[in-house]
């Protein structure tokens, strides 16, 4: 019996050693990025550490926000530790660097940047590349919809003079001409910028109906409260990037009735019961604020969170065709997470498919408002 | 384009351009005196600033832990050269301040929950954690190099930046922060609304600038520090301890930094890697003064706050690029005019 147990016992640890699943995870918790990185980095430590009986170790290397540094780091996870997935990079320069790495390496790659352009258009490149954020597009066909439904026709833009305000405005300015809604100005802002007034003043001297604000985290509460001391009486929209907590710090009073799109994961509990994402966005919300404190989860982490339960559940799939850390697993795995279907994240539902490699539709965004300090569902 | 907005763009490039002026200042005082090119120096506008955002939510600052560490690294220091030298009467005083004071401030913060203080003591309180940190940083990193050539200066000075900023990111997380006003007055001028705020950033200025010339002209370290910056082998001669002066010149400029840092916090949002740019942007004032002349560099920052304020409103993709370009005709200028002066003694 006992000699049995031993024999067991030790043939687990030689196949745990011989068979552990590795995932890289490149991210930056450190840099400009260093917010939405942080979360992604706490998220990382939730996700499963066994997968179908086989033990999953996560080398979490950060890359500072820096593009080069995101590439180096993909191809040390790939050349040194023989990773099977890499999850990265946070921010979308890092990750567009990263999808010759991966292609070259032949290893499946699950982004949690935003913009389209890592999976689109389906090459044989970004055949090996999956994301998790929801495309931009999406989030502004979501705007331009609340601002017809609200009679806005005139509407100004200020936003980032870097790649996220850029894609904003591409994204935004396309959807709102097809719509009829008139551009009136295009105004752009740096993320460490001190005063945005000369910004504001020329938005306001264009007396548009609304203003969409094309920035992420705290910085864009600048614009929005230099807005407000001068008077702005209009409907001021933010983009999914400003939901965490501390920007709601940051902006306190001034950002009263701003409307967002959002995950749902934001509003997770005000989701009504019947809706798919609920149930698995709030055990992510659940885990993350048990370890993190109550109010600590914000969006970013939920990218990270999705990136993981893709891999755990194309995981099991994969292992059934080959032993982990061979070139026919991470083929496999590739195959798996592109017949992802029906998979409940935390910010929506992924139906992956060879020409869609992000796989998420309209349950994946919802509109919020801004009232007495907290996000409420707009319904 | 209206007279309103011509007002208020003004008013924005003023309030800018004193907090500018003030750490172009800090700028030309430390290179005149250290010969250091100080990259640090809006560190401490962000650690003034996000010092006392903490003390408001009423978080210990982990400015207080690095109070501690090179507080304890110079008492290492400097008592390891003490007791060699068996001159052990210097060493209560070095342990009580390097050491006693921080520990004292770090019992007092547990003790007592800051965010009960009002707005005035928390702005002291931050002040006196930060302040520190100039004349100790100068012990630890630049004093052993002293005499070094400017260009290992500068790069000792780029590391500290670094390093700051690494330790910022841990001390106040990654998100910004932003103080409540001091005063919530507005006024009317000619039409364009004015902030309270506004008008204490630039009397608080200019009366620290006016602070600053009494300093130089009246006081006895004050001379000795111009002194230090026209002539140091001769300053030496007449008994002006080099490291005094680098300790003093390091203190004024920690303190400025802080106190701009605590003027802007309740204007603008500060990161902790804000304070690289707002730097800079002194840095480019003094640049114009030659980093020599104080009232030209003043005025250069100024200029700055200008020039920023109204790209901003023109073409505001193109700011930093208008703002910083502003440096190369600047230089040529400079450069053309003026006739070379060998900084190095050696």
Redesign the interface.
Known sequence: MKKTLLATLLSTFAVGALADINIGVTLSA?G?A??L??PEKNTIDLLPKTIAGQKVNYIVLDDASDTTTAVKNAKKLISENKVDLIIGSTTTPNSLAMIDVAAEGETPMIAMAAAARIVEPMDEKRKWVFKTPQNDAQMSTAIVEHMTNNNVTTVAFIGF?DAYGEGWWKEFSKLAEVRKIKLVAN????R????????V??VL?AKPDAILIGGA???A??PQKSLK??GYKGIIYQTHGVA?N?FL??C?KDCEGTVLPSGPMLVAAQLPADNPVKKSALEYVGKYEAVHGKGSVNAFGGYAWDAGMLFANAAPVALKKAQPGSREFRLALRDALEGTANLAGSHGVFNMSPSDHLGLDQRARVMVTIQQGTWKLAR | ?DLQ?LL??GQ?GI??GA?YALLALALVLVFAVTRVIFIPQGEFVAYGALTLASLQTGKVPGTIWLLLALGSTVAVLDGYRLLREKRFAKLPPLLIFNVGLPLLAAAGLFAMPPDQLPLWAQAVVAMLLVIPLGPMIYRVAFQPLASASVLVLLIVSIAVHVTLI?LG?LFF??????TPPFTEISFELAGA?L?GQTILVVVASALLIIGLYFFFERTIYGKALRATAMNRTGARLMGIPPALAGKLCFTLAAAIGAFSGIL?AP???I?Y??G???GLKGFVGAIIGGLASYPVAALGALLVGLL???????A??F??VIVFTLIIPVLLWRSLTSKHIEEEEE
């Open positions: 450190t400009p260093a917010s990185g942080i003079s105004e752009r802002f740096n460490t910028d001190t005063s945005v007034t000369g910004q003043l020329k001297s985290g705290t910085p509460a600048l001391e001068k965490n501390d710090r940051v306190g | 384009m907005i208020l763009l924005d309030t800018n907090i690494g990111l997380g990654a998100e910004g922060s932003r609304p902030q802007i204007i603008t949002t990161y890697d804000s690289f740019l707002i920023e304020s109204y790209s901003s409103f023109y505001s993709a700011k930093e």
